[in-house]
């Protein structure tokens, strides 16, 4: 039985764990701790009003609802990268979402490292002969032998045109800034304008280890020419970077399981690593993410089993070497099965090379039709082989829907 709990700055459900509404848009210039040529002259309570209803007055609610104490003028000047153990909050709905315009430039963007989430193959046990069927519930515990590896494919230019719905996500961790993929999926409650986007757990909360990562931003189509870093003009104009603007996650869940499981060594919580986020444009004419785009993804919550899926195709932006994160990619095949928690629906493998940085982006069914969402990038070997990505069910379907209905 699924109850949800609301409260002030605070929201909970089973088997969910729940991201505050708690969103500061804050006009100013970026700043790193210790620097202090921010735009020190502007008040935050009137640079607030412009962008929220209800004024000045709606910053001090949010100022007052959030679980930890906030100043904004120090918060622009660094303090958001204080990860001491009081600061860095873990618990379910505690996410703090405060918008720094001019945050997430060029530069920021081109230092991210891409998020790694591995497992060692030598400790997986794999079965020759595991039959297949048609029910979903008997492909737990289950896993083949291992694809043979896909050389991951360069992605069709421009991604404006022809991957418009997948890009890259931005945010910053105890270690650094770090780097994961994502996808535009669809709201039924906004047919056409959606401002929802679906990636992976590890790709906002560091798991059993930490609490919610900060600053996440994602750039749907980034490099839409899909030039080589090295290949880059040294001032590469921002629309080729950012071609649809920059989007701020200001409402964001994943699950309870990868909370109070997830490792980024090990596979640990991997089997329900998966996060939605609703975002913000940081400048833009008010229109959705799903207008701009021009596409969002159905997800399915009720996939076949396995062996009835038929072709998929998983996209990201690799990061580690081969690849320089600045260039889509893909692969493409049939799925394997993948089982590290044979309580837990099955994992989704496809033979793929793409590294870290990848993780988030979505696995879209192939069969022709309109493509659907049914997995996102989780885990892979220290190899590069193959990725696997969490079958999505009920866990997944109530982090999906508290954060379309906020």
């Known amino acids: 039985m699924s109850s949800i709990r609301r409260g002030p700055g605070r929201r909970r459900a089973a088997g969910a764990a729940i991201a505050a509404v708690t969103v500061l848009a804050l006009t100013a210039t970026a ?60 618990e379910a709905g505690e996410y703090i979402g405060i918008i720094i315009e001019d945050f997430w430039d060029r530069e920021r963007m081109e230092e ?8 060692d193959e030598d400790d997986i046990e794999e079965e020759e002969s595991a039959p297949e069927t048609g029910d979903p519930a008997d492909d737990r515990g289950v896993t083949d032998p291992f694809p043979a590896p896909y050389q991951a494919d360069r992605a069709a230019t421009p991604y404006s045109q022809n991957n418009p719905g997948v890009g890259k996500l931005f945010f910053e ?60 003009p040294a001032e590469n104009p921002f629309e080729e970077v950012a071609p649809f603007g920059l989007w701020w996650a200001a409402d964001v869940a994943t699950t309870n399981y990868w909370i109070e499981n997830g490792t980024m060594d090990g596979g640990n919580g991997a089997h329900q690593d998966f996060a939605v986020m609703r975002v913000e444009q940081e400048e833009g004419d008010g229109s959705s993410l799903e207008e701009q785009t021009g596409v969002a993804y159905e997800i399915d919550f009720d996939a076949p089993a396995v062996a009835g899926l038929g072709t998929l195709q998983n996209y990201g932006y690799p990061q580690s070497e081969p690849f320089d994160g600045e260039v889509m990619h893909s692969c493409t095949g049939d799925p394997t099965r993948l089982s590290l928690d044979a309580a837990e629906p099955v ?12 993780s988030g982006g979505p696995w879209l069914t192939a069969d022709g039709g309109e493509p659907r969402l049914v997995s996102v990038n989780s885990i892979g070997p220290v190899t590069s082989t193959w990725l696997a990505g969490p079958r999505l069910d009920a866990s997944a379907e109530e982090v999906f829907d508290v954060v379309r209905r906020g």
């Open 31 to 90: 700043c790193g701790p210790g620097d202090d040529s921010g735009d020190q002259g502007k008040n935050p309570t009137e640079d607030a009003a412009g962008e929220r209803p209800g004024g000045g007055d709606r910053l001090g609610e949010l100022l007052d609802r959030l679980p930890i104490e906030v100043d904004v003028e120090q918060w622009k000047d660094g303090a958001w990268a204080d990860w001491d153990s009081e600061n860095w909050l873990r």
């Open 112 to 119: 991210a490292g891409g998020q790694e989430n591995s497992v």
């Open 173 to 232: 961790t105890p270690e650094g800034t770090g780097v994961c993929s994502a996808a535009v999926v669809q709201d039924p409650d906004n047919p056409g304008a959606s401002n929802l986007v679906a990636t992976a757990g590890h790709c906002v909360h560091a798991g059993v280890e930490g609490g919610w990562f900060r600053q996440v931003m994602f750039v749907p189509a980034y490099n839409d020419g899909g030039q080589d870093f090295v290949d880059q």
């Open 347 to 358: 994992m989704y493998v496809l033979g793929c090379t793409m590294t870290a940085g990848s």
